[in-house]
């Protein structure tokens, strides 16, 4: 189970680093705002990590994302699946639900999940119906989020960029959504050549992924945004 988050956990000790360090807690709780904190106003000793969140059952976080000093959070509570955002130095003052919906059945998968953000939109993978579907929401808030595809194999393999949002569908292709399209499209197709793709990233010019053979030996590959290979 640990190699399905493994690809998560380094994100977010990335982000973690860049943060720096403090001594207290930036809790994306509930229970009246008590276990939120506002950064700026924080003690402790700068040799101890700062916990940007720590989950407290019912309450779990399952993923995160920053954009500069704005934190936004997927968080699962015992009635409510919720995105929230938040300026990083002000999140017990200024914390806001951007979607919120009561708990379904499937969200006691409590997984962690990439969130994505990419041209004003937020990105992630939803388990609430019998397929995982990709949802969107604009950073403003949405009121009924956007379904990208109710085809998602991956619960890690999603990626997104100025251009589009990529994710691997049940039949392990490579697929991809321009931000303004209202239809996926195939990039590459991954399980006819013995590839089983996830932890997917974009950048520059190529989607990299993860790409696990049918040996169980996994390997780094890539390829450009319109599937082939340079």
Not at 23 to 29: E, I, K, M, Y
Not at 85 to 98: D, G, I, K, Y
Not at 159 to 167: G, I, P, R
Not at 198 to 209: P, T, V
Request: with cysteine; net charge negative; glycine share 10%.
């Amino acid at each position: 189970m640990w190699k399905r988050y493994e690809g998560l956990a380094m994100s977010t000790l990335s982000a973690l680093l860049a943060l720096g360090c403090g001594g207290d807690t930036v809790d994306v709780g509930h229970n009246g705002g008590s276990r939120w904190t506002d950064a700026a106003t924080q003690t402790g000793a700068a040799a101890k990590p700062q916990t940007i969140y720590e989950s407290k059952a019912p309450e779990v976080m399952l993923g995160f994302t920053l954009d500069g000093p704005t934190l936004y959070a997927l968080v699962s509570t015992k009635q409510s699946f919720e995105l929230i955002t938040c300026p990083l130095a002000r999140c017990r003052s200024e914390r806001t639900t951007l979607f919120s919906r009561p708990k379904a059945m499937d969200d006691g998968n409590l997984e962690l999940r990439p969130l994505v953000l990419a041209a004003g939109l937020l990105y992630w993978v939803d388990n609430s119906s019998s397929q995982r579907q990709i949802l969107a929401c604009s950073t403003t808030g949405c009121s009924e989020p956007q379904l990208v595809t109710q085809d998602s194999s991956e619960g890690l393999a999603l990626a997104a960029d100025d251009e589009a949002v990529y994710w691997v569908d049940f039949e392990r292709g490579l697929m991809r959504r321009a931000h303004d399209a209202e239809a996926p499209t195939s990039v590459r197709d991954l399980i006819g050549e013995g590839q089983l793709g996830s932890r997917l990233m974009a950048h520059g010019d190529h989607i990299y992924f993860v790409a696990n053979a049918y040996d169980g030996s996994p390997s780094i590959r890539r390829v450009l945004k319109d599937g082939t290979s340079a």
